[in-house]
Nanobody
Framework: QVQLVESGGGLVQAGGSLRLSCAASGRFFRINSMGWYRQPPGKQRELVAT???????NYADSVKGRFTISRDNAKNTVYLQMNSLKPGDTAVYFC??????????????WGQGTLVTVSS
């Protein structure tokens, strides 16, 4: 099993920055792609950014140029640097990872979420 633990959320003023971290732990063979999703109040969960094990990235149009996803494979950790934050970025941010077990089975796991609040 794999667990994801997120950190770095909080309250920030518009225009400010935050950095989210998500560390994977447990028993696994390899962590494949990792990503960040968010769920604004009263809305559905949406993609923010993803990154493959090789470092290929994908971003939602709404965060391109402001957010940067990165990862440290040695630490099984993914980061989300968020700059020029807007009130519309307020949401619970969830980490996601695709992982492979020692038996070669791939699975999907979610973190518990971390709240980001951007004040105007």
């Amino acid at each position: 099993q794999v667990q994801l633990v997120e950190s770095g959320g909080g309250l920030v003023q518009a225009g400010g920055s935050l950095r989210l971290s998500c560390a994977a732990s447990g028993r696994f063979f390899r962590i494949n792609s990792m990503g960040w999703y968010r769920q604004p109040p009263g809305k559905q969960r949406e993609l923010v950014a993803t990154i493959t094990r090789d470092g290929d990235t994908n971003y939602a149009d709404s965060v391109k140029g402001r957010f940067t996803i990165s990862r440290d494979n040695a630490k099984n950790t993914v980061y989300l640097q968020m700059n020029s934050l807007k009130p519309g970025d307020t949401a619970v941010y969830f980490c996601n990872a695709d992982w492979m077990s020692v038996l070669g089975i791939t699975r999907d796991v979610w973190g518990q979420g971390t709240l980001v609040t951007v004040s105007s």
